[in-house]
């Protein structure tokens, strides 16, 4: 099982783009990496998965380099709606999961 | 329109108590799952059952039962209530095993007394 390892906490300010760096480095060949977001008092919503090289959609991107070891996730213009805690998965499947303390996002105006 | 719904969303409850959380997704989802997230924020999965048939069940002491009467349920009932038990449990739901995203409840905050 990866084990994943990201910064506690982040602080930004508003318009600023952030890069949130997660290391994975015993990734297996058929684990995806997948991201989650968390606000206060609410479950955890998806924000993107990838299994290599770049991933974008409209809320963010997913850089992967080739060795697959680490992952950032990149959020263009956070805005202060975008505090939150960042989870990073990495895994085949839910089996055995911990999300972990993720990586707290402040955003200052 | 709710996609994973939850009730209630609080309970407080006195130890030795036994109670139930309900959990119902209407997105035709086939796997379904518990959650817990500890005072400290991990969250750690307790289930996890596809097409009502349990698929995971980890290190979960047997006083928390899963019970799935159909696909788009998946209650969580807890007898005996420790104070440890005291925590945010969270159901979500996916299409399918495996890398799917998965689709998260609002939460039930549990605190036993």
Same mark, same amino acid.
């Given at each position: ?25 015993? &990734? ?5 990496? $997948? /991201?989650?977001?968390? *606000? ?5 919503? *998806? ?24 992952? =950032? ?9 975008? =505090? ?16 972990? $303390? ?8 | ?5 939850? $009730? ?12 139930? &959380? ?8 086939? =796997?379904?799952? /518990? ?6 924020? *991990? ?20 006083? *928390? ?10 209650? #969580? ?5 420790? #104070? ?26 549990? #605190?036993? #007394?």
């Amino acid at each position: 099982l990866a084990k994943t390892t990201q910064p506690i906490s982040m602080d930004s300010y508003e318009g600023q783009e952030v890069n949130i760096t997660c290391s994975h480095n015993n &990734i297996a060949t058929n684990d995806y990496i $997948t /991201w989650y977001q968390q *606000f206060p008092s609410q479950g955890p919503r *998806f924000i993107i998965q990838g299994y290599k090289t770049k991933v974008t959609n409209e809320v963010a991107s997913l850089f992967i380099p080739a060795d697959r070891k680490s992952s =950032t996730l990149s959020l263009p213009r956070v805005s202060l709606s975008d =505090t939150a805690v960042y989870y990073c998965l990495v895994g085949e499947g839910y089996q055995k999961v911990t999300f972990g $303390t993720g990586t707290k996002l402040q955003v200052i105006p | 329109d709710t996609a994973v719904s939850q $009730t209630p969303k609080y309970l407080v409850t006195q130890m030795g108590n036994d109670k139930s &959380i309900k959990c119902e997704q209407n997105l035709g989802h086939d =796997t379904m799952y /518990w959650y817990k997230q500890d005072s400290k924020k *991990f969250l750690k999965i307790m289930f996890s059952y596809n097409n009502k048939e349990l698929i995971i069940n980890e290190t979960v002491p047997n006083r *928390f039962s899963p019970k799935s009467p159909d696909k788009a349920h998946l209650n #969580l009932h807890i007898n005996s209530l420790e #104070l440890g038990d005291s925590a945010v449990y969270f159901c979500a739901s996916s299409q399918a095993q495996g890398h799917e995203t998965q689709y998260f409840g609002p939460g039930t905050r549990l #605190l036993v #007394l």
